[in-house]
């Protein structure tokens, strides 16, 4: 019998132990979904993952991330966030206007981070940039467009019409579109904007422009990025040098980008996840512009494109590609 007791008095610590273990070991869950899987939003998806295991979590282990593409529909958009939002993750983070929107309004109670969304206030997902007392906050990509302009100039001093291919449903795509107006009459330029609703419409789109404008400029719009090389192909037999926002674009043959490095912007975009899986409510923390740019220049492709670097130019790159 006194074996007994002590057999039992054992395992009921050995329970104890395993309880408290359990407690100390307790398993965060983020669900990331994005729009469309591309180089630039694939990043911030690494960039999130890498930041939180920098912090000391351990994927598989204290940490499970789920992570679903919408592969472009907004109405599988819809049905991840609800599916998201029943599963009551620790966080929902969000890549891309169109599925951050979807989670909004899939849930009001469930923290969701937003990230790379260039206009989160046209997007209705904050009101402005201070806390939003609501369960949302994030991290937006939107860039100040003058340094963009200067380094059409530098690339086409001659530059009077900028072509700009969009989607006309994509809100970030719509607010670049009149920011850029905007700014570009200011230089007594105009913008030539090429409607695409759908990434099969983005070659017809760019040939609307031929003849017509002397550069193209393009953003992380979904549509244009999932059809980037595609893109590159007309510029170069037209002899029309791409400039876009996203650094990630150049490897896939854009002439030159002043943007994001969109890993960062993924570590950025993870240490408010971390803000969050510590104990801080999304409504409490600030959304935020991710500021830091980076110039990445691709002289061969600019050559295909028509164009030629100069050497003041390229000693100002942070990066040079040449293939």
Not at 19 to 30: G, L, N, R
Not at 106 to 113: I, Q, W
Not at 274 to 295: F, R
Request: aromatic share 4%; net charge neutral.
């Amino acid at each position: 019998m006194l074996k007994l007791k002590k057999s039992i008095i054992t395992a009921l610590l050995l329970l104890g132990s395993l309880f408290q273990f359990a407690q100390a070991q307790e398993v965060k869950q983020v669900a990331i979904t994005s729009i469309v899987e591309h180089p630039s939003l694939d990043n911030i998806r690494r960039g999130v993952q890498d930041e939180l295991v920098a912090q000391g979590y351990t994927l598989g282990q204290d940490l499970i991330v789920q992570y679903r593409s919408a592969q472009g529909s907004s109405a599988t958009a819809a049905q991840i966030a609800k599916q998201f939002a029943a599963s009551k993750p620790d966080v929902i983070v969000a890549i891309a206007t169109p599925s951050a929107q979807a989670v909004a309004a899939a849930t009001r109670t469930v923290p969701l981070v937003f990230a790379a969304i260039t206009d989160p206030i046209a997007a209705k997902l904050i009101k402005g940039w201070e806390p939003t007392g609501t369960n949302i906050t994030g991290v937006s990509d939107m860039l100040p467009l003058e340094p963009q302009i200067d380094l059409m100039l530098k690339i086409r001093p001659d530059l009077k019409t900028v072509g700009y291919v969009y989607s006309p449903g994509e809100v970030n795509s719509t607010a670049v579109l009149r920011r850029l107006e905007e700014a570009l009459a200011k230089r007594n330029i105009n913008v030539l904007a090429a409607p695409a609703q759908k990434t099969s419409d983005v070659i017809s789109a760019a040939r609307s422009l031929r003849g017509k404008v002397e550069l193209i400029y393009t953003t992380t719009d979904n549509n244009v990025v999932s059809a980037y090389e595609a893109l590159v192909k007309f510029a170069s037999e037209s002899k029309i040098p791409l400039v876009a926002s996203d650094p990630d674009s150049v490897e896939r043959g854009a002439a030159a980008a002043l943007g994001i490095s969109y890993y960062e912007f993924g570590r950025q975009t993870g240490q408010v996840v971390l803000q969050i899986l510590k104990g801080e409510k999304p409504g409490d923390i600030t959304p935020t512009i991710s500021n830091s740019t980076t110039l990445i220049l691709n002289p061969a492709a600019a050559h295909q494109q028509g164009v030629t670097f100069s050497a003041e130019l390229l000693q100002s790159a942070s990066k040079i590609i040449d293939k």
